[in-house]
Every structure is written in C-alpha cells, then in structure tokens.
C-alpha cells in the first residue's frame, strides 16, 4: 500500500463516525479559534505601538534625571522632607530626586556620546483662551527634540523660530471658538497662569497646528515651541528666587542616530556612573509592550490548554475507532500490511482531523478578528487613528495550523501504536 492510499484511507476512515470526528473538530476548533485571536491581538497591538514610534521618530532623545535616592512608594520608610528635590511619576509610583541644575547640564554636555542637552521646563498653565471667549483648563506638555507630533491638521511648532508657536488638541478647537482645524490655524491665543507670587500673568501664542487629541502620541496637552516655552516659564517664574529658576525636573539629551543598541547602552551606562539615569521612548513604550505580550501568553495558555483537552479527545475517538477496526486491521496485516502502515494509518488520520479543527479555528478566527477589529476601530477606538485591533501574518497562522496539527500527531501516537502492535490472528478472531 503507497503513502498516498493510506493517507487517501486516513481522511475516508475520519468520517465513518460523522459525529464522533465533528466533536472532535469543534473541541479541536475552540483551542484553534482562542489561539488565533489572541496572537492576532497581541500582534496588531504590538504592530500600532511600533508604528506609532516610526512616526513620530526621535530614535536619538533620551531623557535624563539624577538617579532616585527617596522612594516615596505606599509602605516605604518615610523620608525627611527637601526643599530641593523634585518627584516625578512613574505609573503608580512616584520617586523624589535631585533637581537637575545648570552644573548638571555642563556635566552632562561633556559626557562623551551626548551631542546635546536641554533642560525640561515644567509649565503649569491655568487656562487657555482665544480672544474674549470662554477660557478652558488645559495643561502644557513639552515637545522632545526630533519627536514629530501625531497632527490632524497644520505643521510641527518651529523649534528655532523667534515666534511663540503652538499645536493644540483637537477637542479644544470648536470650544475655543474655531469653526474648523484650518479656521484655528493662525490665529491668536492666550494662556493665563500664576506666577510665584500668585499673580495673574498671560502669554499670547499663535496656533500652527492641531494635535490628535488621544491615542499614544495623541496629545491632551498643548505642545508649545522653545519660544513659547521659555515665554511661560519666564513668566509663571516671576517672585522666585534666581537660584530656584535654574532647578529642573529632567533634562533631553541628543546622540547619534546611527548608534547601536551597545552604543546606546554604553552611553546609559555613562550617564549611570554620572550618576543620571537615562531612558529612551523606546524604553517607555517598551513597558507597554511587555504588558501586552504578558497578557497574551497567559490568554495563550488557556488556548493551549483547550487544544491539550481536544487531543484527549482525539485519543478517545481514535481508542474506539481501534477498537471498532479491529478485524480490519487483522485482515490487513494478514494481508502484509506492515505495523509502520498501521501506525501511519491512524497517525494521519489524527492529524488529519486536527488539520481541519486548526483549519476552522483559524478561519473564523480570521474572519472574526478582521470584522470585530474594523467596527471596534470605526467606534470604540476610533479616537486612535491607524489602529488594527487584530493583526495577523501568514507565518503565524501557519505556525498555529502547524502547532494544532503537531498536538493532533502526538495524541494520536498511542492508538496508532497500539494498532501497529495488533496480532492478525488474534484481531481475525475478534468479536
């Protein structure tokens, strides 16, 4: 018997008992289905997170901070209180640290690697307003060098202009007075805040773009120019002490583009010795990433785990097709049917059932993914502009095919063996 008529055998053999295979393939298809549309979005996640950081660029920024000396984390030993410090944020913990100062600049400046370093100025702005209309609560972030904003309209603010510029979010637009994106661009509007003293002070700026409000590079904040920056700092700086202005949070650091990865660790770990801990957007998003790729191997698992049940049952409806089959298999080794073709009867047969579990699984696994991901991205996330909920590729898919078929092979292994070891004479007698 050739190899093309046993498996041309297997595939006639899987159907003799329609119901018993179709619950197989269904028990088969829920592992297949669960597998596909978990890997499908983790990848699509993954995918939007790598293109977001392709778009807005800024591969050579790294963001710098003196390393951590207070942990101010819920059950910490309590610390004594510095003037001098600053905390930042980090997720849910928030950590107190030495204020970079103009001498922190210098120091950094001639870290070799760093091309260039800039301090942060935190802004802290009480409202914005255009014209004489409704003044609204806004908050004012910091644009990184080279980092390109996710714009829905307009151009980048001009980092060298003499002009205080600014790119404001999407949902500020219509409330602020402006009857579209193009209508807001160019003109005039101002910020109200508090100087040290707490009197009122205000900034006119001139609006160059507008800013996808949400999403990973989408902006809540407004993103002002170096002019406008140092404008609000300056102002909302006025009753402070001189020595006190020159105290930052963190700075920006600029290095080669072209750096590798060792490169770039090697200059961290400059940095490090300095005492600076420095990250990159990279590293930020890379968190997020970590997470994503969690949950989706403990959803694989569950997946997994369902394709471990099936191939039980793959071993059950084998055992009794066996059994069932036993003077045919007596018939066909006493007709010189070697064990290998025995075994390789059954083997097929498993993983041919298998393969068409996996083939289910995964095509409406596709076909689910492809329709839930586009209605969810036209409604649910439709404030992420560019996001494929559910990514897929052929080498995964093919990969999940191959895994469910692998699983079906081995499940099938122990009746296949069992059949091969069948003696003829006593399976003829078999009743």
Known sequence: MKTFDVISSAIANAFRSKTRTLLTILAIF??????????????????????????????????????????????????????DAVTTQTGPVSTSADPITQSDLDAIDEIDGVQSVKAVKQISVNYIQHGNGTPYTISVGSVLPGVNISLADGEQPDANSSERQVVIPANFVSVLGFSSNTDAIGKEITFGLSDATGTAQTVNATIVGISEDTGITGQSAASPNDALTDALYSAQSKGRASDSTANYASATITFNPNASDTATQDLKDRLSDAGYTATTLDDTLGSFTSVIDAIVLVLNAFAVIALLAAGFGIINTLYMSVQERTREIGLMKAMGMGSGKIFALFSYEATFIGFLGSLVGVGLGLLAGFTVGNQLAT????????????????????????????????????????????DPIESLRYE
Not at 32 to 61: C, H, K, R
Not at 63 to 68: D, G, N, Q, R
Not at 382 to 400: D, H, K, M, R, W
């Open 379 to 422: 409604t649910m996330f439709s404030s992420l502009p560019g996001l494929t909920l559910f990514g897929f590729n052929g080498t995964s898919v093919a990969e999940i095919v191959l895994l469910v078929m692998a699983i079906a092979f081995l499940a099938g292994t122990l009746p296949a063996i069992r059949a091969a070891r069948q």
């Open 30 to 83: 829920i592992g297949a289905f669960t597998l596909t549309i978990t890997t499908g979005l983790g990848t699509g996640i993954n995918n939007y997170i790598t293109q977001t950081v392709s778009e807005i660029g800024s591969d050579n920024v790294m963001t710098v901070t003196h390393t951590v000396t207070q942990d101010s984390t819920p059950g910490s030993t309590p610390q004594k209180y510095d003037s």
